[in-house]
């Protein structure tokens, strides 16, 4: 037991803190948010000065020297004064700071360890990450605890250090397991868990532990960051929109079929995670309705997926979403006539292509859009039109400094003199674009290099490029090399089938 001097000044600490109540209100919000605590003293400071309780102490009165100074177990005690002061130990145990969770264990040693605190002791015994924590956690519930529990908590052994290597699911059924035992705190012992560990939050909704606001708030990350994947879920909880400023919102793995209505408050958000195949249709439309450009691009990236292994049936359903949702993303026109174009349905390419030339005005954008026209057209044996484009596109190119060009400037270039058929000058640009970005465009530049080489009748060159661009992953090369009047001198080609069977 510590001697009279320390305790006392034990208690000056523990009455010198200024416990904020997590009330879940939206005037604490911030505070739970945070998950944090404050002190007018660090509890090391009193500590270290052994600092003398006077007549001016409000809680500690000098009367009550004399009965700590006989009374060894203090804390067990039932009155007014001892359940306020087993309160403030309490949030010394769940304040996650080391010399407060220190001088929690000293006052404890000292005064004994109250039934309401067995609860907390468990769970710090079981999920501390520190070693000695752990330790003199179990140690004083050996002097303190009933057999019972100590019985109980032998059996659930729970690994501290790969806790992130568990699910929801798993938490979930440890949290079952142990407040089975009728001495266990239920909700206690699962918001304490959750606290300190976020982890359990789906015991905690589905026993109620504590309010939605306030379990929801555990789970909230630094960076607004909020993931309830493979919760099993058939609806968010409601007080997921009451936290306006979220910025991501991960909830794979869940079953949804409705989503509360508040959620469209949350307008801050950036990133929607799902699992698409297991959620309701009604849920998708919420989503698309509360979180328009969200979805947008969530069916424009789908899209460009789809298209790379040759799913242009589907990729075409996906980008005509994304266009609907969001009409006024020329990058989703440009991605809707490339689809089209892998479908050969060239005039609505061009149609596309126009629509996202209607809403760019940098000289860059449009650059890159006529070159994709000339490409078009080019597909379709057009080479008068495709030249006019390419006119077009180093018009815009010459608008801007080249100092400023990056691997898009030489790319455009490129194309625009292979359509003039100024061949030397397209391969001086395409060799820029592959030293700034080696597989630009998923392999764009290294499939037109080849291009260009079969047009000169360059075979080693051209079988070297075209296999460059394979290398970039993109399944669609090998069949646009096929169907491509490029390589047409090289289609019964031996090197070249071997090369596009790899």
């Known amino acids: 037991m510590p001697t009279l001097p320390s305790t006392i000044s034990c208690f000056r600490a523990v009455t010198n803190i200024c416990y904020k109540k997590t009330i879940v209100t939206p005037s604490f919000q911030l505070f739970i948010y945070k998950k944090s605590y404050s002190y007018t003293k660090s509890p090391a400071f009193y500590l270290q000065k052994k600092a003398i309780v006077t007549q001016t102490d409000s809680f500690f009165l000098p009367q009550k020297l004399h009965f700590m100074k006989k009374d060894t177990q203090y804390l067990l005690r039932t009155d007014e004064e001892t359940l306020e002061l087993q309160d403030k130990i309490k949030n010394l145990l769940e304040s996650q700071d080391d010399s407060s969770v220190e001088l929690a264990f000293q006052l404890l040693t000292g005064g004994g360890v109250p039934p309401a605190l067995h609860t907390h002791l468990a769970v710090l015994a079981i ?113 997921v929109g009451d936290f306006v400023h979220l910025h991501s919102l991960s909830v794979e793995g869940n079953p949804l079929e409705t989503l509360p209505d508040n959620l469209q408050n949350l307008k801050a958000l950036e990133y929607l995670y799902f699992t698409p195949d297991i959620v309701g249709k009604g849920v998708l439309q919420k989503f698309e309705a509360f979180f328009p450009n969200i979805m947008a691009t969530r069916y424009h990236d789908e899209a460009w997926q789809l298209l790379h292994v040759l799913r242009h049936k589907e990729a075409l359903t996906a980008i005509e979403q994304a266009c609907e949702l969001n009409p006024n993303s020329p990058t989703f026109w440009n991605t809707l006539a490339w689809v089209h174009g892998g479908l050969q349905q060239y005039a609505q390419a061009l149609t596309a292509l126009d629509k996202a030339l209607l809403l760019v005005t940098d000289d860059k954008a449009k650059a890159l859009y006529h070159a994709n026209k000339g490409s078009m057209f080019l597909r379709m044996q057009e080479v008068g039109k495709a030249q006019e484009e390419a006119k077009i596109v180093l018009a815009c190119l010459q608008k801007i400094p080249q100092k400023n060009w990056d691997s898009e400037h030489y790319f455009c270039h490129g194309l625009a003199s292979y359509f003039l058929q100024d061949y030397e000058e397209a391969r001086k640009n395409y060799e820029e674009v592959t030293r700034h970005d ?39 090369w090998a069949r646009e090399a096929r169907l491509d009047p490029d390589f047409e001198a090289y289609w019964q080609d031996q090197d070249f089938q071997a090369l596009l069977n790899e």
């Open 127 to 239: 999920f501390h990450t520190t070693e000695k924590t752990r330790k003199e956690a179990i140690d004083l519930l050996q002097r303190y605890a009933p057999p019972s529990l100590l019985e109980h908590l032998k059996v659930h052994i729970w690994n501290p250090y790969h806790l992130y290597e568990y699910h929801e699911q798993d938490m979930d059924k440890f949290l079952r397991q142990v407040t089975a035992n009728p001495t266990v705190d239920k909700n206690a012992f699962a918001n304490f868990v959750l606290r300190i560990t976020g982890k359990g939050a789906l015991f905690c909704l589905k026993n109620k532990t504590a309010p939605e606001h306030y379990i929801i708030a555990q789970l909230i990350d630094s960076h607004h960051y909020l993931s309830l994947d493979y919760f099993d879920l058939r609806t968010l909880p409601e007080a």
């Open 438 to 476: 080696y597989y630009y465009g998923g392999g764009a530049c290294w499939y037109n290099r080849a291009c260009l080489h079969a047009r000169l009748r360059q075979k080693p060159l051209m079988l070297n490029a075209l296999d460059k661009a394979l290398e970039a992953g993109r399944a669609s």
